[in-house]
């Protein structure tokens, strides 16, 4: 009788963790998508994953990495893309990249693609006209060389119909990108968390957003998380491809 009351009491503490764990990640995941959400409701429309035909012999996610390059971790993450045979698009902030031209070097010559995510992580929606400008054309200077410099992602992912106008016209024509596959991995610390869904949840034609920083070990997390996911997507039939490769084969959707 103690013993199964015992049980009874693990089992139902277990479940009040688990049902309050969810509810309180996906109030968070909800606040904080809601700085997305906002743009695109008005009008200002980013790319968030791809349309793939189904007669592909196999299924495609663009896979990105944000805020790098960083010391720490760059190198590391290199390698566990190349041991699944994986590409990125390596979104980076033109304040870290200035001071690591080699690290740019490495993940060119790796087979990964250079994209803008302005020259720090200010979100760029408070930005003004002559920052927002000003901040894109700095990181572009610093990447161009590099590759065609073709995406931007907002820092934060929070911009408006300013930093939009300003990505989407000359001298930049950039494509404006966020993403379906977004775990909150710059904020929640536990790995299983992103291991699990990335894993699981993956979509023909879907963006994966994960971030490259030695702050909160957001680098190592990163690190971590790809070498448990990427193979468990090339088991479900993914090639995991940078947005370059994706728009090859599929057609980018905004939303």
């Known amino acids: 009788m103690i013993r199964q009351l015992l049980c009874r009491l693990v089992v139902s503490n277990t479940l009040r963790v688990c049902v309050f764990t969810y509810i309180v990640i996906n109030t968070i995941s909800c606040a904080h998508l809601s700085r997305w959400i906002g743009p695109l409701i008005k009008?200002?429309?980013?790319?968030?994953?791809?349309s793939c035909p189904a007669q592909l012999e196999k299924k495609y996610a663009a896979?990105?990495?944000?805020?790098?390059?960083?010391?720490?971790?760059?190198?590391?993450?290199?390698?566990?893309?190349a041991e699944n045979q994986a590409t990125a698009t390596f979104f980076v902030t033109g304040a870290e990249a200035e001071k690591r031209r080699a690290l740019l070097i490495d993940i060119v010559n790796a087979g990964?693609?250079?994209?803008?995510?302005?020259?720090?992580?200010?979100?760029?929606?408070?930005?003004?006209?002559?920052?927002?400008?000003?901040?894109?054309?700095?990181?572009?200077?610093?990447?161009?060389?590099?590759n065609p410099v073709r995406y931007v992602r907002p820092a934060k992912g929070s911009y408006g119909k300013v930093f939009a106008d300003i990505a989407g016209s000359e001298p930049f024509n950039y494509e404006l990108v966020l993403g379906d596959m977004y775990t909150l991995d710059h904020l929640i610390?536990?790995?299983?968390?992103?291991?699990?869904?990335?894993?699981?949840?993956?979509?023909?034609?879907?963006v994966i957003i994960l971030h490259d920083s030695a702050d909160r070990r957001r680098g190592e997390r990163t690190t971590k998380v790809l070498s448990y996911v990427l193979p468990k997507l090339k088991r479900r039939g993914f090639e995991i491809v940078s947005l370059n490769a994706l728009a090859e084969v599929c057609e980018l959707r905004k939303r």
């Open 43 to 50: 009008g200002e429309p980013a790319i968030f994953n791809a």
């Open 112 to 146: 990964h693609e250079l994209a803008n995510h302005t020259y720090t992580d200010i979100a760029s929606k408070k930005l003004s006209v002559e920052e927002a400008r000003a901040s894109l054309a700095q990181t572009h200077a610093l990447i161009e060389d590099f």
């Open 189 to 206: 610390e536990w790995s299983a968390w992103h291991n699990f869904l990335i894993s699981r949840s993956t979509l023909n034609g879907s």
């Open 63 to 81: 896979l990105t990495i944000d805020d790098g390059p960083s010391d720490e971790h760059m190198r590391n993450i290199l390698k566990v893309l």
